[in-house]
Nanobody, 129 residues
Framework: QFELVESGGGLVQPGGSLRLSCAAS????????IGWFRQAPGKEREEISC????????VYGDSVKDRVTISRDNAENTVYLQMSGLQPEDTAVYYC??????????????????????WGQGTQVTVSS
């Protein structure tokens, strides 16, 4: 069974940092591009960042690109999202997802959520004083 599990969310004060993790079970994460998305209550899902299967290509959404860094450790079957300078408007459920186009040799990643095949259950990030 293919599964993605996010972790690392929690309550953080404004200006703080968090590192989210996306771990895979049942499949080899290193064969997939991975994206991070978030959704706040009452808002549409928003793209954060993605990283190609080999880690050579990354893309960042405009709203967060100066404050987040995506990375991956394929040996650990995990992708990370390091976030800093968090503000209350960053409060949301954060999801990771796997894009299987890399299985056909594609070496990029993209932030169109409809391209992603598997999604995790999300981890809550709350930024509040």
């Amino acid at each position: 069974q293919f599964e993605l599990v996010e972790s690392g969310g929690g309550l953080v004060q404004p200006g703080g940092s968090l590192r989210l993790s996306c771990a895979a079970s049942g499949f080899t994460l290193g064969r997939y591009a991975i994206g991070w998305f978030r959704q706040a209550p009452g808002k549409e899902r928003e793209e954060i960042s993605c990283i190609s299967a080999n880690g050579g290509n990354t893309v960042y959404g405009d709203s967060v690109k100066d404050r987040v860094t995506i990375s991956r450790d394929n040996a650990e079957n995990t992708v990370y999202l390091q976030m800093s300078g968090l503000q209350p408007e960053d409060t949301a459920v954060y999801y990771c997802a796997a894009d299987g186009r890399a299985l056909a040799g594609w070496e990029g990643c993209a932030l169109q959520d409809y391209e992603y095949d598997f999604w995790g259950q999300g981890t809550q990030v709350t930024v509040s004083s």
